[in-house]
């Protein structure tokens, strides 16, 4: 096959990402131990056990009263109550409270029968087992009330949502010792080219350093998902060929880098062929990585990214990562999503969608975003100065400073349940 004469047309965004979803296949479940479960994907909605808080408790340390007893306090007439005990977290109360009557009262410990308020101890005089206040107190006054955060049987979060710190709070709240989860892919790596080298070795006329293999593997690893190294193949495309073969038998999915394009030795085209594979686009219109190429096999999806460091990284961000998520389970598989002011000139047209990796932050008063360098496919600079991407839409003729851009978040935990980003 000559690649030179390789018919590439490009597809939207929107329409590549589409081709890949409807082809996702449903997740497999496995059950983990609740301490192996952060950065996993629930298969199932996490369900209340019991009501939290399961009984009424004290949010603050006071004394615990019944409400009708203060009706009458004021400022000019003071009402005295009674210490009769004493309830810390985790104690059981003794007895029902009677007229005129409180109990000192810890955090989180239950109210005694008959109480329905807690007097926070600097809104009180005390005077040894005594104290009085100046004011009337509501019923449920300063009272965490069974079940306001939970009731048993409500369903809390669900499936599909990603484990994260505050899901495992909640798995743990509820005795979830072992949860079910989507089984998470393994995805296999490839950098195709001669000119590599690995990053141990010393450099050599004509040769480069992998970046893209270390690169990919720590963006899957920020999503939590595990990657198997093939290592890098020369541009002998039986050796290719064999490798891809074998790394699609053994992973969920296969990531390339390089030999996606139409130069005398860009091959891999030529060995999706060989091995059967539906290609389901070869050229997408965005900038950096329009030669970003999906294609199936055997229900598996080989992706190949471009070899240029920014290219393959913005191509993973767009297409690998939601099929990733999806394949996971996730509700919410695609970048987060927001807009800022660009503090920077945006001169270069552009005919396709761009991607300009960027900083983002927050200056006080409002979101603001600038490139984060060098604005090439090839630039490695820019991707780890950069916690953004710049989305600057298709048929446009650049941007000036001040302008609102949209902008995508590949750092963030979750993103938006569709694509919102204008395209040409």
Not at 14 to 43: I, K, N, Q, Y
Not at 326 to 334: A, E, I, L
Not at 398 to 422: M, N, T
Request: proline residues 8%; contains cysteine.
């Amino acid at each position: 096959m000559d690649n030179r004469r390789l018919i590439r047309k490009p597809v939207a965004i929107g329409e590549a990402l589409e081709r890949l979803m409807a082809l996702v296949p449903a997740p497999g479940t496995e059950t983990v131990a609740l301490a192996d479960s952060f950065g996993c994907v629930l298969a199932e909605p996490v369900v209340a056990r019991h009501d939290v808080p399961p009984f009424h408790r004290a949010p603050y340390d006071g004394y615990a009263i019944r409400s009708a007893d203060s009706a009458t306090a004021c400022e000019q007439r003071r009402v005295s109550f009674r210490v009769v005990g004493r309830i810390g977290a985790g104690d059981v109360p003794a007895r029902e409270l009677g007229p005129g009557e409180a109990v000192r009262i810890m955090t989180g410990a239950p109210l005694p029968p008959g109480a329905d308020a807690v007097v926070m101890l600097e809104q009180t005089v005390e005077d040894g087992q005594r104290f009085t206040v100046r004011k009337p107190f509501r019923a449920w006054e300063n009272v965490s009330l069974r079940g306001e955060d939970a009731r048993a049987g409500e369903v809390l979060i669900e499936q599909g949502s990603l484990i994260h710190p505050g899901v495992v709070a909640l798995l743990a709240t509820f005795g979830y010792t072992d949860v079910r989860v989507a089984r998470r892919p393994v995805v296999g790596l490839i950098s195709t080219g001669t000119e590599l080298l690995g990053a141990d070795e010393p450099l050599a006329p004509g040769k480069i350093r992998d970046s893209n293999g270390p690169m990919l593997a720590a963006q899957l690893a920020r999503l939590g998902i595990p990657s198997r190294s093939y290592g890098f193949v020369r541009d002998d495309p039986d050796q290719a060929a064999g490798l891809v073969r074998r790394a699609l038998r053994e992973t969920d999915c296969v990531i390339t880098t390089g030999g996606v394009s139409v130069g005398d030795f860009d091959y891999m085209p030529a060995i999706y062929e060989r091995l059967g594979a539906r290609v389901l686009f070869n050229k997408v219109a965005m900038r950096p990585g329009s030669v970003t190429t999906a294609a199936v096999w055997d229900g598996k999806f080989l992706f190949g990214l471009s070899g240029n460091p920014s290219a393959g990284y913005v191509g993973f961000e767009i297409f690998v990562r939601p099929v990733l998520l999806r394949m996971m389970g996730s509700r919410r598989p695609f970048l987060p999503y927001t807009q800022a002011v660009l503090m920077e000139d945006c001169p270069k047209p552009n005919p396709f969608t761009r991607f300009v990796r960027a900083v983002w932050r927050h200056d006080g008063q409002h979101p603001v975003v600038a490139p984060a360098g060098l604005d090439k496919s090839n630039a490695v600079s820019s991707i780890a100065r950069g916690n953004a991407l710049i989305v600057l839409p298709g048929g446009t003729r650049g941007f000036l400073k001040g302008a609102i851009v949209d902008v995508l978040l590949p750092g963030a935990e979750e993103g938006e349940a569709e694509w919102r980003i204008r395209e040409s």
